[in-house]
């Protein structure tokens, strides 16, 4: 099992860990499309067996063991950030999406050079940036308290979306 902390997850509005021994090479030499301008993305055909069997290791690995109820509800690989992440929304109040988590596994570095993270919102007064290492997991939680988003300043951000369903999450008290 990996190590998430499901308590920030229910008050802070997410978790991490670290992937970097789980997260194939192969993904580096993988094709993103640009969500920059807001076009569909495309899942690389090579990668779409990899990234099926990296969610169901998500599910069983990192959800399950904290919520029994859990539904996954798709995947994308993309670089950039699409249109309606950059600004503070939740998924499932905002975007009316059927799922309230997401899990993101970032496979570049943020460094200098490349400023990639994701803010995340947790009430009115209190909010969280979160500046991801190579393969760092990110489960958000998308109860209706909470809000993120993406910024992409510079360099490579490429990314794994895994979206999820978790029976009980849709209400404030998780």
Not at 66 to 86: A, N, S, T
Not at 101 to 109: A, L, M, T, W
Not at 112 to 134: C, H, S, T, W
């Amino acid at each position: 099992m990996f190590q998430v902390n499901v308590d920030d997850f229910k008050n802070i509005g997410f978790t991490y860990c670290d992937l970097s021994q789980r997260v194939p090479d192969r993904f580096d030499k993988f094709t993103y499309t640009n969500a920059t301008n807001g076009s569909a993305t495309v899942i690389d055909p090579n990668a779409d067996r990899l990234m099926r069997k990296l969610q169901r290791i998500v599910t069983e690995w990192v959800i399950r063991p904290h919520y029994k109820d859990v539904q996954q509800i798709g995947y994308d690989m993309w670089q950039g950030v699409p249109p309606d992440l950059k600004y503070f929304h939740n998924d499932f109040t905002d975007h009316k999406k059927s799922h309230n988590s997401n899990v993101f596994i970032f496979i570049d570095e943020c460094s200098g050079d490349n400023m990639n993270f994701l803010e995340v919102r947790a009430g009115l007064d209190e909010f969280y940036q979160v500046i991801p290492n190579k393969h760092d997991l990110i489960w958000l939680n998308q109860s209706e308290q909470f809000t993120y988003k993406m910024i992409h300043k510079t360099g490579k951000n490429r990314i794994l979306n895994f979206r999820y369903y978790i029976n009980g999450l849709d209400n404030q008290t998780n």
